[in-house]
C-alpha cells in the first residue's frame, strides 16, 4: 500500500511542480518554501531513495537524470543550513550509497562545499542562515538573543561525517567534532541541554529545553553518531546515555491516566505539553537500549513502548486519527490538543518512525496494528485527487486541507511506514543509520578508512 500511496504522491508532484520544490496538492501547482532559498527540486533529492528501496526503477531514472541536468547550488539565496543538510545532502548521500551513481557523490560534496562558510563565526557553532552565494550567515531574528538553535547545529553530524568519508577531506568532519568540544565545555543546567547557543560568546541564551521541535535531532545523532560509527566513539556514546538520564530525571512525567510524557522545560518551570516531532523519541529510546548500561537495557525499551503508547493515543483521540501538532497533559485533558494553533497535520512521519523502531526491536504486533490504522487515515483524509496534503484541524469531521505536500512524506513518512511493513533483512539496522530525514547512511567499520579513496 505505501508503494501505491508513494506513486500516488510521486506521479501528481511529476505532473503538476515538476522540477519545483514541493506540490500543492489541491492547487495543483508548485509549493516553495523558504528553507531552501533559490534551490530547486526538494521533492526529487528527498525522494530519491525512497524510489530505489520501492524499486520504482523508471521513476528513480527520471530523478537521477533531473539531479544532473538541473540540480544547481550556484543560486543567490539564503537558505537553512539545517534543513539544506537533512534533506538535500542526506537524500544525495543516500542515494549514492544506494546506487553507486557517481553524480550523487559528486553534488553532495559540491553542496557540503557550498555549507562550509556558515562555520565561520568565532566558536565555530555555525549560523542557522546562510546565503549559498556570498558565504554570510545570520540566526533566525527570533532565537533568544541571537542564539543558533541545538537541533540544527547538533543535526549536521552524520552528513559531514560521511562527506569526509567520501571526499577525503577532514574538514567536514573536523567542523562537527568541533560543535561537540564547545558543547563538553559548557555547564549543562540539571545536565540538560538548552535548545539556545550564542556563536559569538558560546554561552547558553534561555534556558529552554524539549526533545521535540528546538532540541529533538540533537539527542538523535549522539546515539547515532556512535552507532554509525560502530560503536567507536565513545564520546558521543557517553553524551547521549547522560543526556537521556538527565530527560528522564526531569522532563519525563506520568499523567494521572497512565500516560509517559516528555514535558518541556522553561527555566526550571516544566511545560505539560508534548509535540508531534517529540514522538520520533519513542524509536530513538529503543534503538539505544542495546547499549544502555548494563542493568537499564529492557528500561529503554519500555520507555520506547510507553513513548508509542502515548503518540498512538494522541491520534486516537482525534476525530480524523491523525495526530495533532502538539498535545497537552493539563487541567484535566490527557494526549489532547487544546489550542487552534495546534490541530494540525502536516503529514509528519514521527508516531510512524517510532512504530517502525518498536516493531523491528520488539516485533509486537500492534505496531503494524497502528501503522495500518495510521494508512487508512492518511488514505481517508489526506489522500486528494493531485497528492497528499496536510490537515488544518484533525478534530472535526470535514478536512480543510493546507495544500501543501510536504518533501518529507515522500522522504520519511511512505519510507517509514513501508519500512514498517517489509522484512527485518531491509536495509538492517546493523548496517544502516537513518538520518533525521530517514535518509539511510552506512555504518563505517573500522577497515573502511580509505576504501574510498582506492577507488577512485
Avoid at 287 to 313: F, N, Q, V
Avoid at 348 to 371: C, F, Q
Amino acid at each position: 500500500v505505501s508503494l501505491q500511496m508513494m506513486k500516488h504522491a510521486w506521479d501528481n508532484y511529476k505532473r503538476y511542480a515538476w522540477g519545483l520544490n514541493e506540490l500543492k496538492p489541491i492547487s495543483k501547482q508548485g509549493h516553495s518554501s523558504n528553507l531552501f532559498g533559490n534551490i530547486q527540486g526538494a521533492t526529487i533529492v528527498d525522494a530519491l531513495d525512497t524510489l530505489y528501496i520501492m524499486e520504482m526503477k523508471e521513476e528513480f531514472k527520471e530523478a537521477t537524470e533531473w539531479v544532473e541536468k538541473n540540480l544547481d547550488f550556484n543560486v543567490n539565496a539564503e537558505i537553512s543550513v539545517f534543513e539544506v543538510n537533512i534533506r538535500f545532502v542526506g537524500g544525495l548521500l543516500s542515494a549514492y550509497y544506494l546506487s553507486g551513481e557517481e553524480v550523487f557523490r559528486k553534488k553532495a560534496v559540491e553542496l557540503g562545499e557550498k555549507l562550509l562558510p556558515a562555520f565561520n563565526t568565532p566558536t565555530g557553532i555555525p549560523w542557522a542562515l546562510l546565503n549559498i552565494k556570498s558565504g554570510i550567515g545570520r540566526n533566525w531574528p527570533w532565537a533568544s538573543g541571537g542564539s543558533s538553535i541545538l537541533a540544527e547545529f547538533g543535526t549536521l553530524h552524520l552528513e559531514f561525517v560521511h562527506l569526509s568519508h567520501l571526499s577525503g577531506n577532514p574538514v567536514f568532519a573536523e567542523k562537527v567534532m568541533n560543535i561537540r568540544k564547545v558543547l563538553n565545555r559548557l555547564d549543562k543546567p540539571e545536565g540538560l541541554y538548552p535548545n539556545y547557543l550564542n556563536p559569538s560568546s558560546g554561552q547558553w541564551g534561555q534556558h529552554h529545553v524539549s526533545i521535540g521541535g528546538l532540541g529533538d535531532s540533537f539527542y538523535e545523532y549522539l546515539l547515532k553518531a556512535w552507532l554509525m560509527s560502530d560503536k567507536t566513539d565513545e564520546d558521543g556514546k557517553k553524551m547521549y546515555y547522560d543526556a537521556v538520564q538527565a530527560i528522564e530525571t526531569h522532563l519525563i512525567r506520568k499523567s494521572s491516566g497512565g500516560l509517559t510524557y516528555i514535558a518541556e522545560w522553561k527555566g526550571g518551570l516544566l511545560e505539560h505539553k508534548m509535540g508531534h516531532l517529540t514522538c520520533f523519541a519513542g524509536g530513538m529510546f529503543a534503538l539505544g537500549a542495546d547499549g544502555a548500561p548494563s542493568d537499564k537495557t529492557g528500561h529503554h525499551i519500555e520507555l520506547g513502548a510507553e513513548i508509542a503508547r502515548t503518540c498512538h493515543e494522541s491520534y486516537d483521540r482525534t476525530r480524523m486519527k491523525l495526530g495533532p501538532e502538539a498535545f497537552r497533559f493539563d487541567g484535566g485533558v490527557e494526549a489532547i490538543a487544546t489550542r487552534q494553533n495546534e490541530k494540525y497535520y502536516i503529514l509528519r512521519p514521527e508516531v510512524i518512525e517510532t512504530y517502525m523502531y518498536m516493531w523491528r526491536l520488539t516485533h509486537d504486533p500492534k505496531y503494524r496494528e497502528w501503522g495500518w490504522e495510521a494508512v487508512e487515515a492518511l488514505e481517508k483524509h489526506c489522500r486528494v485527487d493531485g497528492g497528499y496534503s496536510g490537515i488544518r484541524d484533525v478534530y472535526i469531521n470535514h478536512e480543510s486541507h493546507d495544500d501543501v505536500q510536504q518533501s518529507f512524506f515522500l522522504s520519511e513518512t511512505l519510507k517509514y511506514l513501508y519500512l514498517l511493513f517489509s522484512e527485518d533483512d531491509l536495509l538492517p539496522f546493523e548496517h544502516w543509520v537513518f538520518n533525521t530525514e530517514a535518509h539511510p547512511l552506512p555504518v563505517l567499520h573500522k577497515d573502511d578508512g580509505n576504501k574510498e579513496e582506492n577507488q577512485k
